[in-house]
């Protein structure tokens, strides 16, 4: 008969979580009024202000574009006239038809309302960058005609370069020197010094205008946020509290709900009201599980009649034992004249009899041990940590006087 173990519920108490979300939502929307209120002006300061900064930031940035462009120029056609290596010079055009940061620096800067000085001082730039570029490409023309490199396969530029009679006629160190001395010498160098002072000095009178604005903008800012600030603690301090009822009500017992279920352990009763009822209930189908779970393992496992270990059970508790490395006996159990018991007195006499060589089997060996019945009046014994020198009380443990034990086969192995 199955038995029902369940306890009788408890009456479960505790904070609903519809109740607690519908507070939340009532807050929520309650602050989300308030701060509608105030929002549309600060977020025209903050537009204001982000114009701004974007302004000052790019001011500060567009300084390094440019020269970061210009010296890859440098960088490039200095190398190739000093390597020949037709790899630098199509570096060089890319930078200038394709990548552009000086040019979109430049572009960049125009896009301000410049200063007539600022316009000056970036006038002068492009002047003097244009003046380098052109004695780079002519430096350029030159190593690649030392180097007698066919002119239909240079770029457009460095074949349109103005090379006179004079430089086709000189030698190929002539040449390597000319172009070495217009790209590394003292007036190259200088007037790149030039340009970088006149870029900065663009830089610096645009960004006076520029951090102007963004200091008027910024002492709106603060005003629109001071009276924003209130309402942004209030809503903070709210949601911080709805965390942490969430966290302590759902969050956290349902993580341990997990555990307790992977872990086939009982849940924990706690949280919230429906985190409550659901452990409960949980429990409650755990237990009846377990309980059939219990019941149909021992009825798959054991001889309905006896008790016993049934054939299935115990050919799988041998395969089992098979990496055991202590000694093991086995004996093997038959009842004498149990057809004629059977014939004579019928099969209930013959079920008690078995019911009594079960009862014997059991009693008189170990908890240690495995007594199965693995046929009709068929028994065998798995014997745990059994040496040779314990065959005798086996046997005589196993020999009762309504039973012949048969042991043809006694084993006992290391």
Do not use: W
């Not at 125009?110 to 052109?134: P, R």
């Not at 490199?149 to 457009?156: M, S, T, V």
């Not at 299935?312 to 159990?333: I, K, N, R, W, Y």
């Amino acid at each position: 008969m199955e038995e029902n173990h369940t306890k009788p519920e408890k009456p479960v108490k505790g904070i609903h979580i519809s109740g607690m979300n519908a507070a939340i939502i009532a807050v929520s929307i309650f602050l989300c009024i308030l701060l509608t209120a105030t929002a549309r002006h600060v977020s025209v300061t903050i537009q204001d202000t982000d114009q701004a900064l974007d302004a000052y930031y790019t001011c500060t940035q567009i300084g390094g574009f440019f020269k970061n462009g210009s010296d890859y120029l440098t960088e490039q056609a200095r190398l190739y006239v000093v390597t020949a290596d037709r790899a630098c010079m199509d570096h060089y055009f890319t930078e200038l038809h394709i990548t552009r940061r000086r040019d979109e620096a430049v572009k960049l800067l125009k896009s301000f309302d410049m200063e007539d000085a600022a316009n000056t001082y970036l006038q002068a730039a492009l002047d003097k960058s244009q003046v380098l570029m052109d004695r780079e490409i002519y430096a350029m023309a030159l190593v690649s005609l030392a180097h007698g490199y066919d002119e239909a396969a240079l770029p457009q530029e460095v074949q349109k370069a103005p090379l006179t009679e004079e430089d086709r006629a000189m030698a190929k160190e002539d040449l390597l020197a000319k172009a070495d001395e217009l790209v590394f010498g003292h007036d190259y160098q200088a007037v790149q010094e030039q340009i970088s002072f006149d870029v900065e000095d663009s830089i610096y009178a645009l960004g006076d205008t520029v951090e102007q604005h963004m200091n008027n903008r910024y002492d709106n800012l603060r005003r629109a946020m001071t009276q924003h600030q209130l309402l942004l603690g209030i809503h903070f301090a709210a949601t911080l509290a709805s965390f942490s009822f969430t966290l302590l009500l759902v969050i956290l017992p349902m993580r341990g709900f997990v555990k307790a279920i992977k872990d086939r352990k009982p849940l924990r009763v706690s949280g919230a009201y429906e985190c409550k009822c659901l452990a409960q209930t949980c429990n409650a189908m755990f237990a009846r599980i377990t309980d059939d779970e219990r019941m149909l393992r021992h009825q798959a496992e054991h001889d309905a009649l006896t008790g016993l270990l049934n054939r299935g059970a115990f050919d799988a508790l041998q395969d089992s034992l098979e990496a055991h490395s202590g000694p093991l006996a086995l004996l093997l159990v038959d009842v004498d004249k149990f057809k004629q018991v059977n014939d004579g007195y019928g099969h209930e006499m013959g079920d008690k009899v078995l019911k009594k060589v079960a009862g014997l089997l059991s009693e008189n060996f170990r908890t240690s041990d495995y007594p199965a019945r693995i046929g009709g009046d068929e028994f065998a014994v798995i014997v745990m940590d059994a040496v040779q020198e314990e065959q005798s009380a086996i046997a005589v443990k196993a020999m009762p006087t309504t039973i012949s034990i048969l042991l043809p086969d006694f084993i006992c192995a290391d």
